[in-house]
């Protein structure tokens, strides 16, 4: 689609290897061999992502990039198990060992870390944990970032240094670490020890020695990680590139005779290895407090940390609780989620809503931002990319508006190589080329096509969503085939579809059973309730909430004709400016037109008993994830409970909404790929205060 600036999406997608066109919501509705390309070319991508991250340390994507593509990846394979590949990068650990150094094999698989986003996942963690072992605690560490290693002592001195390679197979730096003199030649006591450290450049070492390659003309590292990885797998070390290096020592592999984690800890830092911050906590609640306290001092520490990890302090406990072949299941690293991530802005598309509102919409190298997945972000509209001067190619900071929508906060401008342009904004509609306008000033241009087929197709699918007329399997996808079909070209041909068997027959993929579902969805909604036929008319200003507040007014839509303005304005919770839409929409000759050929095709909406309000909720489950602004959980359940709604733990296609705070996870990222409504605490509020009136 051309996107109005000569720029045409499918580059953007040829470019990046995977459709930008939010794949965690489409995910669900691929065909088996749509599901297989997309999954052949995100481990593609993944692998020569992986190579440069792991073996060059010059990563081209970073980390929130890497694990939205991984995310994606999994998603697909929960969704077709039976396409995933057997060594699939979501299987593998990742890296390989340098053909460059000596290998050395490690005496058991390196596993990684499961990751919390949220203190909900760590609640969800010590449940998991109690059921496997009862009466143990936890430790709590910070979670360096910088590369693993593997350190053996043989007799008290030091044997070898390896790095984790595959998790199998590592490379050999011992070289590399016997010049820098910053492990111990000798060990205190003279014991066979393996330990597992952490190696990484404090942030002022990292800034000098950035200063010192700029100097020498030398390509810059991204970051301390890649800088402190760069130095330690030199093939031909000096001691002075190995300079501010530095280490801590976060377990100990080989047996000891300690019963707990932080007991060998302890004895690590008496044998004269480094050991860092433990703290120890008898329940989760402890542990979270401590793991807040670490986020808070995080930007004082002088090194970087992408998180805390929590383990289960007892080593008999850990046995019992047992490993996964990714990782063991009695640690988890709770990941800072950073309020804002960098990512390229690949391209601007333009999306045409059914109000012909032009919204600006960014294309991006997929980032995980609060535990899930983002491809796309909103731009709003025209003066916002012009105000903070966006331009494609840029590296744009990706933050999530209001908890659940992402936006495009600004661009990276220490980040720009000059080939960044500017995005102009259109002046005609991207779809029908009609004229597109900004009415009064305003922010926003609209196309001014009355028949755009943009504003027509979504307009159709917004009646047929869930809340409207509820006609399932008429999503937009279907939507825009009947339309280029010209199957259905406005809302009334809906109704007009089982006059068409002979056409719907001869559609690919769309076999009796679909149609027959289909035709009986759209008989059922017929008899919709009328706030939902109210609702599904897409009148401007009028969401759910109005279109209740209407329908518990007037008896009908022949009633409502013949409302006017003032009987409108007077409406308790009714604005001027609803009042005004809804009057207009009346008397417009098209727009009721509508509503009358809609009657007369057998629609017939079920005018609605005045709610009572202990029912608002009857039928409709919940789900609520991440932390919201002024209610706990509990207390937003227990509202929710009091008008008959039922709260649910996990998302399904059952769910009617999804209540989402900050730091949503996974749960909310389910919810988008199942277009499940998502509400906010402040809408959660708006729903009921509707009722209190
Ligand atoms: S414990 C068996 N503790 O994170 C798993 N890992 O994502 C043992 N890391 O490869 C890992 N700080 O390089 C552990 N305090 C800490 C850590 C830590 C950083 C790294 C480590 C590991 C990776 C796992």
């Known amino acids: 689609m051309d996107n109005g600036n000569g720029q045409d999406n ?14 965690f919501e489409t995910m669900g509705d691929l065909s088996e061999a749509e599901a297989q390309e997309r999954i052949n070319d995100l481990v593609a991508r993944l692998a020569t ?22 995310a994606a990846l999994s998603g697909l394979e929960e969704l077709f198990p039976n396409l995933a590949i057997l060594d699939s990068p979501t299987q593998n650990v990742g890296g390989k060992a340098s053909e460059l150094f000596s290998k050395i094999e490690h005496s058991k698989k390196m596993l990684s870390l499961q990751n919390a986003y949220s203190m909900h996942d760590l609640d969800n963690f010590d449940t998991r944990i109690s059921k496997d072992a009862t009466g143990c605690s936890y430790t709590v560490e910070e979670k ?33 670490f016997s010049m ?25 070492e990292f800034q000098r020695l950035n200063s010192e390659r700029a100097a020498a003309g030398l390509k810059l590292f991204a970051n301390p990680r890649n800088a402190a990885a760069g130095s330690v797998r030199q093939l031909d070390a000096q001691a002075s590139s190995l300079r501010g290096l530095d280490y801590v020592v976060f377990s100990v592999e080989s047996e000891t005779s300690h019963a707990t984690h932080s007991g060998q800890l302890a004895y690590a830092s008496s044998l004269g290895l480094k050991t860092g911050y433990i703290g120890k906590a008898a329940t989760m609640a402890d542990a979270k407090t401590l793991v807040g306290q670490i986020g808070e001092r995080r930007d004082a520490l002088g090194y970087e940390i992408d998180g805390a990890v929590v383990k289960v302090d007892e080593i008999w406990a850990r046995q019992e609780i047992g490993e996964t072949s990714k990782f063991p299941k009695w640690a988890i690293a709770y990941k800072f989620t950073a309020d804002s991530v960098l990512t390229k802005l690949l391209g601007v598309t333009i999306q045409v809503g059914r109000t012909g509102v032009l919204t600006p919409v960014a294309e991006l190298s997929p980032v995980f931002i609060s535990g899930s997945l983002v491809a796309r972000a909103t731009l709003h509209n025209e003066d916002y990319i012009k105000s903070k001067d966006i ?8 933050s999530k508006a209001g908890d659940v929508i992402p936006e495009v906060s600004g661009p990276e401008i220490s980040a720009r190589t000059g080939q960044e342009v500017e995005f102009e904004f259109p002046t005609t509609c991207p779809i029908c080329g009609y004229e597109a306008a900004r ?22 699918a917004h009646f047929a969503s869930k809340g409207a007329a509820d006609i399932r399997g008429l999503g937009r996808a279907l939507v825009a085939r009947f339309y280029s079909e010209g199957l259905v070209r406005d809302i009334a041909d809906i109704y007009k579809l089982k006059g068409k068997t002979d056409q719907l027959q001869e559609l690919k993929n769309f076999g009796q059973t679909s149609i027959s579902n289909l035709l009986g969805a759209i008989e059922a909604s017929k008899g919709m309730p009328f706030s939902s036929f109210i609702y599904a008319l897409g009148i401007p200003l009028i969401g759910h909430n109005a279109a209740k507040i209407i329908a518990s007014h007037y008896q009908g839509p022949a009633q409502l004709k013949n409302a006017s303005l003032e009987d409108l304005a007077k409406i308790d919770g009714f604005g001027m400016a609803s009042a005004m839409s809804i009057k207009s929409f009346i008397d417009g000759e098209a727009q009721w037109g509508v509503v009358d050929e ?25 789900v609520i994830t991440g932390t919201l602004p002024t209610y706990s959980r509990n207390e937003a359940a227990a509202l929710i409970a009091s008008h008959n709604g039922r709260v649910a733990g996990s998302v399904s296609s059952k769910t009617d909404y999804v209540l989402a705070g900050e730091n949503a996870g996974g749960k909310l990222a389910k919810a988008e790929s199942l277009g499940i409504r998502i509400i906010s605490e402040n809408e959660l509020v708006e729903m009921l205060g509707l009722l209190e009136s």
């Open 180 to 204: 820098a003199q910053l492990l111990p030649g000798e060990l205190a006591e003279p014991v066979d020890i393996a330990v597992r450290a952490e190696a990484f450049l404090p942030v002022k």
């Open 598 to 622: 809609l009657l007369e095709l057998g629609v017939s909406p079920a005018v609605e008993a005045k709610e009572k309000r202990g029912d608002l909720f009857k039928g409709k489950t919940f």
């Open 439 to 460: 009415e009064n000033g305003g922010a926003y241009r609209k196309c001014l096509n009355p028949y755009c087929p943009q504003k027509l197709e979504r307009a159709i």
């Open 391 to 398: 331009r494609i190619g840029d590296t744009v900071k990706v």
């Open 49 to 70: 992502l992986a190579e440069s991250y792991y073996d060059s340390d010059d990563p081209v994507a970073s980390d929130a990039e890497y694990d939205g593509l991984m």
């Open 10 to 23: 499918t580059i953007i997608e040829e470019e990046f290897g995977i459709s930008t066109e939010s794949y």
């Open 144 to 176: 360096y970032d910088g590369l693993t290693l593997v350190i053996r002592f043989k007799q008290g001195k030091l044997e070898n240094v390896a790095t984790r390679g595959d998790g199998q197979v590592g490379e050999d730096v011992t070289a590399n």
